[in-house]
């Protein structure tokens, strides 16, 4: 409960404070190389289904009133996933690399990546006991040894606060957007 609490005040910190939220972003920022830069990373987005990263961020804020709320979700709910793919993609192609992001998406696409996402989303808390060791898949042991995946979710799970905070920003446009 207090791993939740610190969490949640910390993520409230990052929407607070952007100038904080600014120097969490790698020191080596991605170059756009282009089009195809900023198609792999809209790619990646899709394999992660980040329209459920933006969700989770309109249900984490907060509301004048539960009309407005509801308003939020209904926009939501209106939002072609590939339209929130689009629109996050080239503000996270500064920070996400294109051998990241072609990297990545192939690991979401493989059955135990697809995996991974499921559970990400889906699975409820779970309790260990002291002493106990997470039992790893054969599977992802695999994955865990090759160098380009290594290096490549190192970089999104640094750049995992700038998701989120962009997925923030587009939650807010999307809020001022009559529709």
Do not use: C, W
């Given at each position: 409960?207090k791993?939740?609490?610190?969490a949640?005040?910390?993520?409230?910190?990052?929407?607070?404070?952007?100038?904080?939220?600014?120097s969490?972003?790698?020191?080596?920022?991605a170059?756009?190389?282009?089009?195809?830069?900023v198609?792999?990373?809209?790619d990646?987005?899709?394999?992660m289904?980040?329209?459920?990263?933006?969700?989770?961020?309109?249900?984490?804020?907060?509301?004048?009133?539960?009309?407005?709320?509801?308003?939020?979700?209904?926009k939501l709910?209106?939002t072609?996933?590939t339209?929130?793919?689009?629109r996050?993609?080239?503000?996270l192609?500064?920070?996400?690399?294109a051998?990241?992001a072609?990297?990545?998406?192939?690991?979401?696409?493989?059955?135990y990546g697809k995996q991974?996402?499921?559970k990400?989303?889906?699975?409820g808390?779970?309790i260990?006991?002291?002493?106990?060791?997470?039992?790893?898949?054969?599977?992802?042991?695999?994955?865990?040894?090759?160098?380009a995946?290594v290096k490549?979710s190192?970089e999104?799970?640094d750049?995992?606060?700038?998701?989120?905070r962009?997925a923030?920003?587009l939650?807010?446009?999307?809020?001022?957007e009559?529709?």
């Amino acid at each position: 409960m207090k791993f939740v609490l610190g969490a949640a005040v910390g993520l409230s910190l990052v929407f607070v404070n952007p100038a904080h939220a600014a120097s969490t972003a790698p020191t080596a920022q991605a170059a756009v190389s282009g089009p195809a830069h900023v198609k792999a990373v809209q790619d990646l987005l899709g394999a992660m289904q980040v329209e459920k990263v933006l969700r989770g961020v309109a249900a984490r804020s907060r509301y004048q009133s539960e009309a407005q709320r509801k308003a939020v979700f209904a926009k939501l709910d209106r939002t072609p996933p590939t339209v929130v793919y689009q629109r996050l993609a080239a503000p996270l192609a500064l920070v996400i690399s294109a051998d990241t992001a072609s990297e990545m998406t192939r690991f979401y696409q493989t059955p135990y990546g697809k995996q991974v996402i499921h559970k990400k989303y889906n699975s409820g808390s779970q309790i260990m006991m002291p002493g106990m060791k997470p039992v790893v898949p054969p599977e992802e042991k695999k994955e865990r040894k090759r160098a380009a995946y290594v290096k490549a979710s190192k970089e999104l799970a640094d750049v995992e606060p700038m998701i989120e905070r962009e997925a923030f920003k587009l939650l807010q446009q999307l809020n001022k957007e009559k529709g």
